[in-house]
């Protein structure tokens, strides 16, 4: 059964501050990030980055000025079978890789390119396009920082600074880097987030839309936002995915199954799970079913081991031969079962005689369990996704 879908976007805001007063100097506006398919993939694959408070732990400055994009303009393109054809000199080799995306706003479709010559490109997915259109496309292949110059020294700590937000199906999470100070004159082009400050590896991206310049009177301040959604915010049908036993009917994410950016701006484990570990606990309930939550609390929600049978708990994830920002997991399980009535599907952290539950599944029409041995298999799969508009 599919569980949930996480889409997620950033932004970042640029201070320079004078080293002996601390006043601000110069203060940039917001400007979001691009997030590459390495940090949706880390996120699938739960590793280096286990849970998205973690996949911003780092923060890291260049003056690479390599674009995030590239918009057509007045280019337009068409595309037969594999083939994208472009009106005029538009794709260079830097392109292999990237995501080519239709038109304008955030519904064109979204095929991954490699560069054939100045005026083709080779897609991943065949199509066929007669009516020219513009397009642009993105650099998510990218995996380091264009030009890496520094890494943050420190997290901010006066209040405020550092903090999760909540607002229904949505948590927003801030930094606040500090970067040292510098016995010469710099500029900065880019930044990029990472889950460690070391090297010039990175999962995000941004590329400023003008220079700044840090004098060695100075020191450079970045305030980071990660937000995300969940889905479903709020209790949502769902179809038969089942094989021998059908699973369509109301489900909801209970409570947060996350990790949180705490005021001192470490990465704490927040009200059930972090992340996609093998400490997930999947269950049948069989006792009376509770409320589904219009929005997920933000406090953990516990139901009785005696409500439910314990069906096992979810091997590690796998992200292997799976496409990007996406993993799975499959449990077989056989337990005991003499005729009780299965009235849906608990997903939480086992813990002593009850279970912390993220997400529950209310069956529509519950199910008789047999009197004697029931085995079955169930699969789990974990999409992290983004928006990108033209």
């Not at 794709?91 to 054939?116: A, C, Q, R």
Request: net charge neutral; with cysteine; hydrophobic share 35%.
């Amino acid at each position: 059964m599919k569980m949930f879908d996480t889409q997620l976007w950033g932004r970042v805001k640029t201070q320079i501050r004078d080293i002996k007063t601390g006043k601000i100097v110069s203060q940039s506006r917001w400007q979001k990030n691009l997030v590459m398919d390495a940090g949706l993939n880390a996120l699938a694959q739960n590793s280096p980055a286990a849970s998205l408070a973690t996949l911003f732990a780092g923060c890291k400055v260049g003056d690479g000025t390599a674009p995030n994009k590239f918009a057509s303009g007045a280019i337009t393109f068409t595309q037969s079978g594999t083939t994208i054809t472009a009106s005029g000199t538009f794709f260079d080799v830097t392109m292999t890789g990237g995501l080519f995306k239709w038109g304008t706003g955030s519904g064109g479709v979204e095929t991954y390119i490699t560069f054939v010559d100045a005026t083709h490109a080779t897609a991943d997915a065949a199509a066929t396009v007669t009516t020219p259109s513009v397009a642009t496309v993105w650099q998510v292949q990218q995996t380091t920082m264009s030009n890496f110059l520094y890494s943050f020294a420190a997290y901010d700590s006066s209040t405020g600074s550092n903090s999760t937000t909540y607002s229904g199906n949505t948590v927003t999470m801030k930094r606040t880097f500090v970067f040292a100070s510098q016995a010469t004159t710099y500029n900065v082009n880019e930044i990029g987030y990472y889950s460690s400050g070391s090297g010039s590896n990175v999962y995000g991206r941004i590329v400023l839309s003008a220079s700044d310049t840090v004098a060695p009177s100075q020191y450079y301040v970045v305030i980071a936002q990660i937000t995300y959604a969940v889905s479903p915010g709020s209790p949502a049908a769902v179809a038969d995915v089942g094989t021998g036993f059908n699973t369509s009917g109301q489900a909801m994410w209970q409570s947060w199954h996350s990790s949180t950016v705490d005021s001192s701006g470490n990465a704490t484990t927040a009200y059930t799970m972090d992340g996609r570990t093998n400490d997930d606990s999947f269950g049948v309930f069989i006792g009376t079913f509770p409320a589904l939550n219009s929005s997920p609390a933000t406090s953990s929600v516990s139901y009785a081991s005696s409500d439910q049978f314990q069906l096992g708990t979810i091997p590690t994830p796998s992200h292997a031969g799976k496409p990007v920002g996406v993993c799975s997991s499959t449990l077989n399980f056989s337990i005991s079962t003499s005729g009780q009535t299965c009235k849906g599907f608990i997903l939480g952290l086992k813990s002593g005689s009850s279970t912390y539950a993220s997400f529950l599944l209310e069956l529509t029409t519950p199910v008789t369990l047999p009197t004697g041995s029931f085995s079955g298999t169930a699969t789990f799969e974990w999409s992290f996704s983004r928006t990108l508009t033209n």
